[in-house]
């Protein structure tokens, strides 16, 4: 039986870039389980947004263990993934547990030491809470105004308050 809280992130934050020294230290933070589309670049844009190749390289230098899971295909992930320089679970079933599961464990990750972190309650954070790791919802670099991206904006902001108003659309 799914809870309220099954839908709730242990954290949300602006943006994956948010995630820095202080927040990993603080929160004991050894492994990232990174989305891709609308976390670490736009939907169907075969760039990372501006920032994420930075910050990459800061987790990296900070020894965080980190992999995409993306419930994209193969085909769509790779390419970049490995300009990002990671590893990748594509098909990641997300929100069932086989992806960010399977990820922890190439990772060699304890999941109390490891965060999901996505921008999407149903995929994202579901996975990352029916496998009991902790969760890091982050809002899109920008919104997209296809229909179906409002409307399931739209029905996430009724299961958890999301206010879009600040955030560009693009």
């Known amino acids: ?20 020294e202080e927040f990993i230290k603080k929160n004991n933070v050894s492994a990232l389980i990174l ?19 930075e910050w ?3 987790m990296r230098s900070l020894g965080v263990r980190m992999r995409v899971v993306s419930n994209n295909r193969t085909r769509r992930v790779e390419p970049l993934a490995k ?10 079933a997300k929100p069932l547990t086989f992806g960010v599961n399977r990820a922890a464990k190439a990772m060699g990750a304890e999941k109390s030491e ?5 921008d999407q309650i ?5 996975a990352g809470n029916f496998a009991g790791m902790r969760t890091v919802l982050v809002e899109p670099f920008h919104l ?8 399931k904006r739209k029905i996430e ?8 108003s600040d955030l560009e659309l693009k």
């Not at 799914?2 to 820095?20: A, C, E, H, Q, Y």
């Not at 989305?35 to 190749?53: C, I, K, Q, R």
């Not at 997209?144 to 409307?151: G, Y």
Request: hydrophobic residues 45%.
């Open 1 to 20: 039986m799914m809870r309220i809280l099954d839908f709730k992130p242990t954290f949300w934050l602006k943006n994956v870039i948010s995630i820095d």
């Open 35 to 53: 989305d891709m589309d609308n976390t670490l670049s736009m939907h169907d844009d075969p760039n990372a947004e501006d920032g994420v190749m």
């Open 56 to 58: 990459l390289s800061k």
């Open 83 to 92: 300009a990002m320089g990671l590893e990748f679970t594509a098909n990641g």
């Open 114 to 118: 490891t965060l999901v972190v996505g």
């Open 122 to 126: 149903f995929t994202d954070v579901l």
């Open 144 to 151: 997209e105004n296809k229909w179906t991206f409002r409307l």
């Open 157 to 164: 902001s009724l299961v958890f308050h999301r206010d879009y």
